[in-house]
């Protein structure tokens, strides 16, 4: 399609860019920007990823470690993120609660009385795993970033950052534009669609109750 040129830009929605292979995309200057979660020069994401590789060779498992890429698909880092909280959360509540088995019933609603606890304790955790920083306020992960990066002739680079608190900053805006081009005057085409509701609002709010 002749479209694997400089002057075509190509956004990927995955976080898991560094996992594709773009040997065939490298040279021809062709513009490729994505997202990531997971930054691999991490001291502490190199450590636990390390700890993957020597159980992996020791066992012989296959699993999701790119050990040829010494990193990690997104979803499976956040599992694992998710499990290590859980167990940091669940054993500082043993500390300070007995906890007591219950058995599970389908024909009772009996909860277990430290299901409460548990969350007020997930929600104090501070720890800094393969998605970087884990911290929650009332409930929800705060204090996270997503590097922004750029597909050069030789490797995947970093030119920026985004977070909830700062929002998109890049720090590599020559990347983005050609130095031989200025003023250059874009020309942006969009279509207005309008789309006919199948009944009014009041009637969906009085067939909602």
Known sequence: MQMNEYKYHYFFTSFDIETFDLDDFKYNFVNITSFRLIDVGDVSVRSILKGMEVYNSQYKNESIYHRKLRTIQTEPALVYDSVYIFAIGLKT?????????????????????????????????EWRGLTGPIQFKEGRRVQFKLDLVKLRQHSIVKVGEWSPETRLNITEPSLFFDAGALNVTLVVITILALQKMPYSCNECCSSSH
């Open 93 to 125: 509540l043993e500390q300070s609660h007995t906890l007591r088995i219950s058995n599970a019933s389908c024909e009772e609603e009996i909860p277990w009385d430290g299901g409460l606890s548990l969350i007020n304790y997930i929600n104090s955790v």
